[in-house]
Each structure stands twice: as structure tokens, then as C-alpha cells.
């Protein structure tokens, strides 16, 4: 089983939301993923309520504020995203820190702010060119991962990882099954340090980046990659359904 998910994005208004869910269907070979999908948060109630969509699929807020409601013009809060739908929430996500200067603390406190609403976070890190040029991938993914992990209460807190190198985001360039593996063992092994390897083997760490139905095979096969986050790709049933598939 992979976990395959979708990130919308700016893209996707209501009525583009149910046409999606009205032509994605889930065969055998997709059954046994677990398959998520983040809409704009004003698709989300739309997605919810859809009644073309496969119960199986399930939805997330693409971003949350780290308090539960107050004068935060423009915010959403994990509590508006858990009542119009949503089981899960992508935190720092590289957009997010790269054109609004989201930093590790902020992303911390919205890793938090998910888990008291039960939304599953979604902890997004990854390396920008110039710090992978610099070699600089392992200092870079730890520092994200290890202040998201001071939210995480307990070993039992469910979480996903989702190693998405800027540099690989929207340009059309992947990382090599190779790059994904090395980052997330890198991020594995931390985990275990942090949090025991019983939960370190369960949490599923996601690759994202420039995802298409013609490289997930192998991006799906490397070593560590229990999933992908996939955007441009996943605007489109017939695509994000021959991503699915491919995860068998």
C-alpha cells in the first residue's frame, strides 16, 4: 500500500472539484492505496459534500493557521478545516516557506494547531538548488523535520513526511530514485532517534516533486518512498489515476 496524494494547488474551483470526483474512479489496482486530496480551501465543503466522490477518497486543507480562530485576515484554522471535511493537513509546504516566508517555528505551532482538531499533518520539508549544490540536503531536511517534531506528543501521534525538493517542484526535474532514497533513509533514521523505530517504520514518507504518470513506477520503488505528492499531475483524474495505479 502507498499513500497517493494529491495537491490542487490554486486550481480547482467548486464546480471543477465535483467535475474532477466525477470522473475519477478507484479500480483494483488502485483499492488498496490510501489516496488523499487537497483542494483550495474554498473547494473543500464542495469535495466534502460531492456525491460523486469515492468515500475512500480523502480530503485535506492545503494550509492552516497555528490558532484556532481569532483577527488573522485571509487565515484558516484546522477547526474550519475539520468541519467542512477535512482529515488532513499539509504543513510547510515548500511554497508556503519559499513566497511567504513560513519559518520552522511557524511550521511547528500549525503541526500542532492540526493534531488538537485530529487532522493528520502533513510535514512538508526539502532543499532549495543552491543548498543541495552546496551539500547541504541533510542539514537542511533535519532542521525542518526536527522542530515539526517537537508537536508530536507521542509515539502513537500519526503523522506523514513529504520530502519535496524545491528544486524539483513545478520544473519538470525529478530527483533519481537514488536522491529520493538517500534523502528519506536520512529522514528514516531520524525518526528513529526522535521517536523509536516502531513508529519510525510505520510513518509514511511521501516524495514530491514533478510526480507524472511516466516516472512513478520508479519513483514509487525506491528504497524508503511509501508515497508521492503530486501536483500539476494530479489536476487531471485520467493522470493522478495512472499515478494510483501505479503504486498497484
Known amino acids: 500500500m502507498a499513500v497517493i496524494a494529491g495537491n490542487w494547488k490554486m ?13 475519477f474512479e478507484i479500480d483494483e489496482m488502485m ?4 489516496i488523499l486530496i487537497f483542494p ?8 466534502y459534500k460531492c456525491e460523486d466522490r469515492d468515500p475512500r477518497v480523502q480530503l485535506g486543507i492545503q494550509n492552516v493557521h497555528w490558532e484556532d480562530q ?19 493537513a499539509l504543513v510547510g509546504h515548500s511554497e508556503r516557506r519559499q513566497l511567504f516566508g513560513e519559518t520552522d517555528e511557524q511550521v511547528a505551532l500549525k503541526v500542532a494547531a492540526a493534531l488538537r482538531q485530529d487532522l493528520i499533518p502533513v510535514i512538508c520539508v526539502g532543499e532549495t538548488l ?23 506528543p507521542d509515539p502513537d501521534t500519526r503523522f506523514l513526511i513529504a520530502y519535496e525538493p524545491v528544486w524539483a ?5 525529478t530527483a533519481t530514485p537514488m536522491d529520493a532514497a538517500g534523502a528519506h533513509g536520512t529522514l528514516r533514521n531520524r525518526l528513529e532517534q526522535a521517536i523509536g523505530a516502531t513508529t519510525a517504520a510505520r510513518t509514511e514518507i511521501l516524495y514530491g516533486g514533478s510526480v507524472q504518470p ?6 514509487l520503488a525506491a528504497q524508503d518512498v511509501d508515497g508521492v505528492l503530486i501536483g500539476g499531475a494530479s489536476l487531471n483524474p485520467q493522470s493522478f489515476g495512472e499515478i494510483t495505479r501505479a503504486a498497484g
Request: charged share 20%; no cysteine; net charge negative.
Open 11 to 23: 486550481h480547482m474551483a467548486p464546480e471543477e472539484a465535483r467535475t474532477f470526483f466525477g470522473a
Open 31 to 34: 483499492a488498496n492505496n490510501e
Open 40 to 47: 483550495p480551501a474554498i473547494s473543500l465543503l464542495a469535495a
Open 70 to 88: 481569532g483577527a488573522f485576515t485571509g487565515e484558516i484554522s484546522a477547526v474550519m478545516a475539520a468541519s467542512v471535511g477535512a482529515s488532513y
Open 130 to 152: 543552491e543548498e543541495r549544490e552546496a551539500g547541504r540536503v541533510n542539514e537542511v531536511i533535519l532542521s525542518q523535520l526536527d522542530l515539526a517534531l517537537t508537536s508530536i
Open 169 to 173: 517542484i513545478g520544473t519538470g526535474k
Open 214 to 219: 511516466s516516472n512513478a513506477t520508479e519513483i
